[in-house]
């Protein structure tokens, strides 16, 4: 091996931020534990994040110590419950680097997130005032991608089916990138809303999104980036991505399962119509009708997940101390060990980037005609934990015409060690059906 | 785990060299035929199942699809076991095998009934396969339920 060095006045090779992963790997309790009789190795991370021993903490303490229900209540519980479940917005405000606190909704998930605009859309073109950005009707488009997740497909078709609206999207390259050769002619001056995966959960891709916001600025449509997959592992600033809406989930950033994200320009929220009735999203009831709160109230009816919401603010100040930007450097580095340490194995076919530039440690493969299923089966033996499926991206599959694939994710806690034993297990799958 | 008391060799067999694959046309213009195609919504497993009856006796069952080993040689096993057999024999052999699957381990299959069948004892204790291993079998029943032969009481999921 060769070595280089670097010009002085240039950036160095240490000059990139880091952290220690072993010490992290320690914070993770499940990592310690055994899987069929060997040691976890856990490559499903897109699927949902194993949590820190931080975020578990200040779960069970949530329910131990201030448990009561927010934003109702004068008793000191209900202060502290309401100020801690505040606090965590605020927190997840500043992560995403929101000009506004109240620009940030709690939701169950990215899923609801992305049907709360998806209804508000519908909820709008029903009503005589509903605000003109958000009314559709026949001859109205709506753009996605042929790499979205169903979650950013299926409520924009089911949108479509109650307004007449038309539904178009980008295609997808042979490289797994983003086909934007059709821009100009996919998002004109019909276009009302362009919903975009900001990570692909398969391809792993990373998508560029400067080129297609310039023109969806230039014909007045909005943007949502869906970014289920992108703020759990990079550095997300929603004033510098000039996105309208991004969309995420707690389970997928060492937060608990239950809590998710939708954030908004904080004039287009107020713009929205409510989608969902009931407590804490109303200013007055009367049994002739009612009036409803500002955002983010609006948007949060009935009780929230206040111990999941506030577990989420705990993960984020997890990250935070260990820094997106050196989580984001580290899986860097293990995309580009993974990909050449897959390229070693016989008759493996990599679906997306095969650099790791512009994409993330999301990794989909074939093995040969092995079926992913015995894939995931036979690694589930010795204890690598990967999917198998169509990752709920089913155009995905059918654009490289395959049912399926197996698929290895990364995280902050991921080794090279665990690429090593899925590049080994890959070998006894071999074996086994070859 | 024990890897091999899934991937049994009999299932591995069915698999590599699958029996009776591909859809055909029944031999008697006169048969009655029904056609089932069957998806795995989780994994996007397809199999797609072809009976032709006199009436009385399944004079053929065909398929065709795309999925795993276990789905796969299930359906060849299926092929080997049900073609041919009288409908009141079918269903017994259908029912003994959807009564494996759903056992979860417990049940301890009866190889006159089930032949190379048998083989599938080991995936019911792995519940993210047994719809694998049923898919075929629930494409067959909904098959001869539209060529009119009944073949199996309501699965017990």
């Known amino acids: 091996m060769t070595s280089m060095a670097i010009p002085a006045g240039m950036p160095q090779y240490d000059d990139v931020p880091r952290f220690d992963v072993a010490k992290v790997r320690a914070d993770f309790p499940i990592l310690d534990r055994e899987v069929n009789g060997h040691p976890l190795v856990y490559l499903d991370s897109a699927n949902t994040s194993h949590k820190p021993r931080q975020v578990l903490d200040v779960l069970a303490e949530h329910y131990a110590l201030h448990n009561a229900n927010v934003s109702r209540s004068v008793h000191t519980l209900g202060t502290e419950a309401t100020e801690a479940y505040e606090g965590a917005r605020a927190k997840i405000a500043a992560f995403i680097n929101a000009p506004s606190v109240d620009e940030v909704v709690f939701t169950k998930n990215s899923t609801e997130a992305i049907n709360i605009v998806a209804y508000a859309f ?3 073109s029903l009503r005589a005032d509903g605000d003109p950005r958000f009314r559709l009707g026949p001859g109205d488009e709506i753009v996605i991608s042929e790499m979205e997740h169903h979650s950013n497909i299926v409520p924009w078709q089911l949108l479509a089916e109650r307004t007449g609206a038309t539904l178009r999207w980008f295609p997808v390259t042979d490289q797994g990138r983003l086909d934007e050769s059709g821009l100009d002619d996919l998002v004109t001056e019909r276009t009302k809303i362009v919903s975009l995966v900001h990570m692909s959960n398969i391809l792993g891709t990373v998508n560029a999104t400067s080129r297609i916001t310039a023109r969806v600025r230039e014909v007045g449509a909005l943007l949502l980036l869906d970014c289920s997959q992108s703020v759990p592992h990079l550095p997300m600033d929603v004033v510098d991505h000039d996105a309208d809406f991004i969309v995420f989930t707690g389970h997928k950033m060492c937060g608990p399962t239950g809590i998710g994200v939708l954030w908004g320009r904080g004039e287009l929220l107020a713009a929205m119509p409510p989608v969902m009735g009931g407590g804490s999203m109303i200013e007055t009831v009367t049994m002739g009708g009612s009036t409803f709160a500002a955002p983010p ?12 919401a506030v577990a989420l603010g705990a993960a984020v100040d997890y990250l935070t101390a260990i820094g997106m930007p050196a989580i984001q450097w580290h899986e860097k580095e293990l995309t580009a060990y993974a990909l050449d340490a ?27 005609d092995v079926h992913p299923h015995d894939v995931g089966q036979v690694l589930d033996s010795l204890g690598v934990q990967v999917r198998v499926g169509h990752h709920c991206a089913r155009p995905v599959c059918t654009r490289f015409g395959v049912p399926a694939t197996t698929r290895a994710s990364f995280y902050l806690y991921t080794t090279t060690a665990e690429i090593d034993a899925l590049v080994a297990g890959l070998e006894r799958v071999r074996k086994v059906f070859q | 785990m024990q890897l091999e008391s899934l991937y049994q060799e009999i299932i591995l067999d069915h698999y590599k060299h699958p029996h009776g694959r591909g859809l055909r046309d029944a031999a008697d213009p006169a048969a009655r035929v029904g056609e089932a195609h069957h998806v795995n919504p989780t994994c996007g497993d397809e199999i797609t199942v072809r009976v032709a009856t006199d009436g009385t006796v399944f004079t053929d069952i065909s398929y065709d699809g795309m999925g795993c080993s276990i789905s796969q040689a299930s359906a060849s096993i299926l092929h080997e076991l049900l073609r041919g057999r009288a409908a009141s024999d079918a269903a017994v052999v259908h029912e003994a095998f959807v009564q494996l699957m759903s056992g979860r381990g417990q049940v301890t299959p009866d190889e ?3 032949g190379d069948g048998v083989a599938f004892a080991g995936v019911a204790r792995y519940p993210a396969r047994v719809k694998c291993a049923l898919l075929s079998w629930m494409a067959f029943k909904d098959a001869a339920a539209r060529a009119g032969v009944g073949v199996s009481p309501e699965v017990k999921a």
């Not at chain 1, 109230?297 to 999941?308: D, K, L, Q, S, Y």
């Not at chain 1, 990599?350 to 999301?362: A, L, N, Q």
């Open chain 2, 112 to 114: 006159d009934v089930l």
């Open chain 1, 297 to 308: 109230a609006r948007f949060e009816a009935g009780t929230p997940p206040i111990a999941e």
């Open chain 1, 122 to 124: 519908s909820n709008a």
């Open chain 1, 342 to 368: 897959l390229a070693t194995v016989p008759g493996l076919r990599i679906f997306g980037p095969t650099v790791p530039v512009g994409r993330g440690g999301t990794i989909s493969f074939a093995l040969g």
